[in-house]
């Protein structure tokens, strides 16, 4: 079995197995005619439980020919053009190679010794995309899994440098457990789920998240985050943050910056910047202005993997004062003693919630000295013009009413039937249309609620899509939505 460790004496081995797995999917991307074959998780399910993982196939290419009826035949392409689902974006091939590379040698970058050149990669990286946001020289941050983690950091951080200060000004010792039930977040109703999930996780409940209405942009409406703030002071709570959303998982909208920046200050609470979708838009060459005010932040979240084009995963989170990433230190004597830190040492695990840590990092240096930063905007601000497009050809089509204009590259939308029909028959058209286009193969959507009505989604991160794709998308949803109206009011009938 040593003739399948990755070493010296087996290269040769690697380069033609890299080599014939890369021709498979190749051939597979080259012939992929729709985003998805339509197969069901019950079709799927008996074939890939049917196989017997104590008995290998041993071959390299009989395991790539099982692959290709297990997983390559009916994955989900993202890279196709009428894949409008969730945020999955296409990827630049400099990524990929990064990918292929990171993933032989295989370094891990909790501590120096163990990645010298990764190490100083991840932190060039770092200093490059906190120049970018305008944070400033006391900036710092660490590579993370996704959004979700990036979020959940950032929060730890606003809660244990919340719970300094209450307890720094009090006027009498006050035990953390006593401050830890009265701190308070504020973040829009239209912020990300991870913002909720992260305060149950840090110990606060989920009952500790104050959520703000939106206004008709689906922005955080200020004027009641002003009034939330000062309710909490008025209470005897804390706010510990306030979270403003860079680009929202369902309607693209970026809070207003620099008015939730201003209120977080006079509140004395940490503001973080969730621009986990929006990120792509610091590089973009003409829409950078769509984040002013991100320079306010405290911590900023960035998923470059995606609107910077890269592979699953790639995430960073980012602070502007590096002496509070301390809130995530902990030195253990086998790994990152002490006295590291004090000879100046750089061991990422110092400020990570992660120890072994892949190097993620790689995927986007390689895409900047291929592309430039230049060239991953373009990409980017190609999208972002399609769904201005897009939002044109929604709004004249008198069989869908769609929410709001785009201000990145998500259009939320709904279809209208023609006459009459019950509101919960309504509903549950939006969701066999979008179920149905799914089994068909032919194009994938993504869906969400808006008022408690069932709506329909494009997600739009591909450049190679056009407004062809999107009308000819929006016909095969009204004619599923048709279909299922016709026959549901004819049994009614």
């Known amino acids: 079995m040593r003739s399948h460790l990755l070493n010296e004496t087996t290269a040769d081995l690697y380069r033609r197995s890299v080599t014939e797995g890369v021709e498979r999917v190749a051939a597979k991307l080259a012939t992929t005619r729709r985003p998805h074959t339509g197969i069901s998780v019950d079709e799927l399910a ?33 890279h196709h053009p009428r894949y409008l689902g969730h945020l999955n974006c296409p990827v630049v091939i400099p990524a990929v190679l990064g990918e292929a590379v990171l993933s032989a040698v295989n370094s891990s970058l909790d501590t120096w010794d163990q990645s010298i050149g990764g190490t100083l990669i991840e932190r060039r990286l770092i200093d490059w995309t906190a120049q970018r946001i305008g944070l400033g020289p006391g900036a710092d941050g660490v590579f993370t899994s996704g959004g979700s983690q990036s979020n959940f950091h950032a929060l730890l951080l606003a809660r244990d440098e919340a719970c300094r200060i209450v307890m720094k ?9 006593e401050v830890l039930p009265k701190l308070r977040i504020f973040t829009s109703e239209a912020s990300h789920f991870s913002v909720k999930k992260s305060a149950a996780m840090l110990g606060l409940g989920y009952e500790a998240v104050i959520s703000v209405p939106v206004d008709r942009n689906r922005r955080m409406d200020t004027s009641v985050l002003a009034l939330e703030l000062e309710n909490c ?22 809070d207003p910056l620099p008015e939730i920046a201003a209120l977080a ?14 990120c792509g838009l610091l590089v973009s060459p003409t829409r950078r202005h769509l984040l002013d005010g991100i320079e306010l932040a405290d911590s900023v979240t960035v998923d470059y993997h995606k609107s910077f084009f890269q592979p699953v995963s790639s995430s960073a989170m980012l602070v502007r004062d590096r002496d509070t990433l301390k809130h995530a230190t902990y030195h253990a004597d086998y790994l990152n003693p002490r006295r590291m830190a004090e000879e100046r040492i750089p061991n990422q695990v110092d400020k990570s919630i ?34 201005a497009a897009g939002w044109d050809v929604i709004d004249a089509d008198p069989r ?58 494009f997600t739009l991160l591909n450049p190679q899509t056009t407004t062809a794709d999107i009308t000819a998308v929006l016909d095969l949803l009204a004619a599923h939505a048709e279909q299922f109206l016709g026959e549901s009011l004819a049994v009614h009938r």
């Open 265 to 278: 200050a006079e509140h004395s609470a940490w503001m973080h910047v969730d621009a986990a979708y929006g």
């Open 233 to 254: 002071a008025r209470e005897g709570l804390f706010p510990m943050a306030v979270v403003a959303t860079a680009g929202t998982t369902d309607f693209g909208s970026i």
């Open 169 to 177: 000004n009090s006027t009498r010792e006050l035990p953390k457990s």
């Open 400 to 457: 869908f009413e769609v929410v709001v204009k785009p201000q990145i590259s998500t259009l939320v939308f709904r279809f209208l039937p023609g006459e009459e029909i019950p509101a919960d028959l309504v509903d549950e058209a939006q969701l066999h249309a979008r179920k149905a286009l799914f089994a068909s193969g032919e194009a994938v959507v993504a869906g969400t609620k808006v008022d408690g009505k069932q709506y329909l989604k």
């Open 354 to 387: 992660q120890t072994t840590r892949r190097f993620d990092a790689l995927k986007l240096w390689m895409t900047l000295r291929v592309m430039g930063a230049d060239g991953i905007g373009s990409l980017f601000d190609e999208v972002v013009d399609l769904a």
């Open 46 to 78: 008996p074939v890939i439980n049917g196989i017997d993982l104590d008995r290998p196939l041993e071959d390299t290419a009989a395991v790539l020919d099982e692959l290709e009826e297990v997983y390559l035949r009916d994955a989900v392409y993202f």
